[in-house]
């Protein structure tokens, strides 16, 4: 049977490289374009001589019987070379590789596997470094002007990167790496996103903008010098350095997101910001400051909060708070679980200034004001209560009781007086009532069941007593009683 033709062999989806026989089929593609890969079963040394140019990745992975890997002739990888979860790997070779898209090396036990020179220092795209046990990336000091990632998490024992870059246009995360760790950056101007964590030594001298966030937390660093940084897109977070003592960021001018300097307990002078003079969101200051000075500052976007556990001039920052657009409060003497001992807050970068000690007085007569409203509502209701009782009540209610009677007229005849009952005249008590109409005469009115009787004084003639009669029963028979 013969052999595929050098075409088939050098463009292929996957090529499985287990022996020497499988290394040596590749020897004559100068560019093999695909896939190869390292069996997970392969011998323990493996070289892949006469591939000169890769377009695609070369992947090292899950193999627990290689030692060695080289490829004397490889210059370029257009994908990605991974070296991956291998347990007794110690020793990689590539001295001619230039250019490498995305280098990986994860879970790599041996401590100097890596050998990436002596004729130069290969360009990496996207760099990631995870749970390793190396302890240097110095090794190979990538001679890259520009990064699209960079990861190097996880690192127990990795005491150095010292990484020549120019630019990171992406994602840059160095954390929870071994506890001595130094980072250099001695040519980085420009970075996208950075977030350090756990170093003790931090270099970026030449690092003048960050067009995100920018973050430096839980390192051990005794000094933070950003000498030529002069603005951050996003927000700037200095949180939880322990033995942080002194910033210096002399050029910075603007912060395009939240200014966060927190929990860092030997922070005392924060004074390294004499240029800063905006803030797009806000700013929060809390730590154990006897200083803070922030001369140039004139536009705070959002709130403004200075906390200090220690004794703090808040007066000296008076001409900050005008800057602030949202609330300002300065704290002295206090913990952030912890009430104020004197407070400043203002609201609004032209509200008013109060203190915490007035914060009381105006609590208090908030409170007395409210009571005062609450009686005064109780004591309308029972006004107005008692009002509409006493309209409700019966006439003479509580007296013996009064009728009301209209006035019953009879008309009489020709040119004879009209006789009318006089209103409240007498008043009819059960068949009973007196009234005085003139003095020393007394006249009678008794209304017994529904015939009315009526006495007047003088005598009636005889022609006008049926008439009459006859008047006043029509009249009183509808007399209201109450």
Not at 27 to 40: D, E, L, R
Not at 44 to 63: K, P, R, W
Not at 177 to 193: E, H, I, K, Q, R
Request: charged share 15%; with cysteine.
């Amino acid at each position: 049977m013969s052999n595929p033709p050098a075409s088939a062999i050098c463009n292929a989806a996957t090529t499985t490289v287990r022996h020497s026989a499988d290394a040596l089929a590749l020897a004559g593609c100068k560019t093999y374009t695909g896939t190869i890969a390292i069996a997970t079963d392969s011998a323990a040394t493996v070289d892949l001589d006469g591939v000169q140019e890769l377009h695609g990745s070369l992947i090292v992975a899950n193999n627990t019987g290689l030692n060695t890997l080289s490829a004397s002739s490889l210059q370029s990888i257009s994908d990605t070379l991974m070296f991956s979860n291998l347990s007794i790997f110690n020793n990689m070779t590539f001295p001619s590789l230039r250019s490498i898209n995305t280098l990986i090396l994860s879970r790599v036990p041996s401590p100097n596997i890596v050998n990436l020179y002596p004729t130069g220092a290969p360009s990496v795209i996207n760099l990631q470094v995870t749970n390793t046990y190396l302890e240097g990336l110095s090794s190979f000091s990538l001679q890259t002007s520009q990064l699209q990632t960079l990861v190097i998490v996880n690192n127990s024992y990795l005491e150095t990167a010292q990484l020549a870059i120019g630019n990171i246009t992406q994602q840059a995360r160095i954390a929870n790496n071994g506890g001595n760790l130094t980072v250099s950056f001695p040519n980085l101007v420009n970075a996208y996103d950075l977030d350090i964590a756990n170093c003790t030594y931090l270099e970026l001298p030449e690092l003048v903008s960050v067009s995100n966030n920018l973050k430096l937390s839980w390192n051990s660093f005794l000094s933070l010098e950003l000498p030529n940084l002069t603005f951050t897109g996003g927000g700037l977070n200095i949180t939880n350095n322990n033995v942080l003592a002194d910033i210096a960021f002399g050029h910075l001018v603007s912060v395009n997101g939240d200014l966060n300097i927190l929990e860092n307990p030997k922070l005392a002078n924060l004074s390294g910001f004499p240029g800063l003079s905006s803030v797009g969101a806000k700013l929060d200051l809390t730590g154990a400051f006897t200083n803070v000075s922030l001369p140039a500052l004139r536009n705070v976007r959002g709130d403004m909060t200075v906390q200090s556990s220690e004794s703090l001039n808040c007066t000296a920052l008076q001409d900050e708070k005008f800057a602030v657009h949202g609330k300002y409060v300065c704290l002295e003497n206090s913990t952030p679980t912890s009430s104020a001992v004197n407070a400043t807050t203002t609201q609004g970068a032209s509200g008013s200034t109060s203190s915490a000690r007035d914060m009381g007085i105006g609590v208090g007569l908030g409170l007395g004001l409210g009571i005062f409203l609450l009686a005064a509502v109780v004591a309308s209701i029972m006004f107005f209560r008692r009002r509409r009782d006493r309209r409700r009540k019966p006439a003479g209610y509580g007296d013996s009781e009064k009728p009301i009677v209209t006035n019953p007229t009879a008309e009489l005849p020709g040119k004879l007086a009209v006789a009318e009952l006089a209103p409240w005249h007498g008043t009819s008590e059960m068949g009973r009532s007196t009234s005085k109409s003139a003095p020393g005469r007394e006249q009678r009115h008794e209304l017994h069941g529904d015939e009315p009787r009526s006495e007047l004084l003088g005598p009636i003639p005889g022609n006008l007593e049926s008439s009459v009669s006859s008047d006043l029963n029509g009249r009183t028979g509808s007399l209201p009683t109450r």
